[in-house]
């Protein structure tokens, strides 16, 4: 079995350990990624009873295409648990999310639940989030002043995606290259107008990390 192949088998088994923390009669927030993929097809296959909500567009219809009943956030009121990957996981479970540009909505979900808990492969783990990049929905109105603002904040450089948010809004990127506090981070992006939603989620949000390793293994982090 090739690197690539352990990593995928690694992302399997983290997804359905995931799943396993379902149960009957459950509220469950489905979010986004190639793990937590995973966590979807095996709730697919179990069929528990449960009623779900999504993070977008694809996974609601991947859902949906398995058989599980997916409802909108507001007609479903409250989860008990909430399932999703991330970009970048810190050693104090703080999140960068976002690449997929559902960040918005994964944050509306994760905050529905007392119980959030992340899938990621190993090479998601940081010692600082920065790296990958602080994803942002953006609307269309004045990117250029969010921009400016965002160097302001210490940007080092701020990209436009191609694509749009399945909100229809604009997807961006700023490159704060090493993010040492991500709550102040946070609450300054939060405070900037015109942006929707960024993609730091802080590690008081989070139950637990679970992390497929390249080596076909699986553990937890926890605070």
Same mark, same amino acid.
Request: a negative charge.
């Given at each position: 079995m090739s690197a690539s192949d352990d990593v995928t088998a690694a992302k399997e088994a983290t997804g359905r350990a995931a799943a396993d923390l379902v149960e009957d009669g459950m509220r469950v927030g489905l979010g986004t990624g190639s793990t937590v993929h995973?966590? /979807?097809? !095996?709730?697919? %296959?179990? #069929?528990? +009873? /449960?009623?779900?909500? !999504?993070?977008?567009?694809?996974? *609601?219809? &991947?859902?949906?295409? &398995?058989?599980? #009943?997916?409802?909108?956030?507001?007609? /479903? @009121?409250? &989860? +008990? /648990?909430?399932?999703? @990957? !991330? +970009? %970048?996981? +810190?050693? #104090? $479970?703080? $999140?960068?999310?976002?690449? @997929? @540009? !559902? *960040?918005t909505r994964e944050k509306v979900v994760a905050e529905m639940s007392p119980r959030f808990v992340v899938v990621v492969d190993e090479s998601k783990l940081v010692d600082h989030l920065g790296p990958f990049g602080t994803p942002l929905e953006v609307l269309e109105f004045a990117p250029g002043v969010v921009t400016s603002r965002l160097e302001a904040l210490g940007a080092r450089r701020v990209t436009t995606r191609d694509e749009r948010s399945d909100n229809g809004n604009l997807l961006m990127d700023a490159h704060f290259e090493r993010v040492a506090h991500p709550d102040r981070l946070a609450a300054s992006l939060a405070a900037v107008p015109g942006i929707v939603e960024h993609g730091i989620f802080l590690g008081s949000t989070v139950e637990r990390v679970i992390v497929a390793g390249a080596d076909g293994s699986v553990r937890e982090l926890r605070h």
């Open positions: 995973f966590t /979807i097809v !095996a709730l697919g %296959e179990r #069929q528990p +009873d /449960i009623v779900c909500t !999504a993070t977008s567009v694809r996974t *609601h219809d &991947l859902a949906t295409s &398995l058989g599980l #009943q997916v409802v909108a956030p507001d007609e /479903i @009121g409250a &989860l +008990d /648990i909430a399932i999703d @990957g !991330a +970009d %970048e996981v +810190d050693p #104090q $479970l703080n $999140l960068t999310k976002g690449g @997929g @540009g !559902a *960040h």
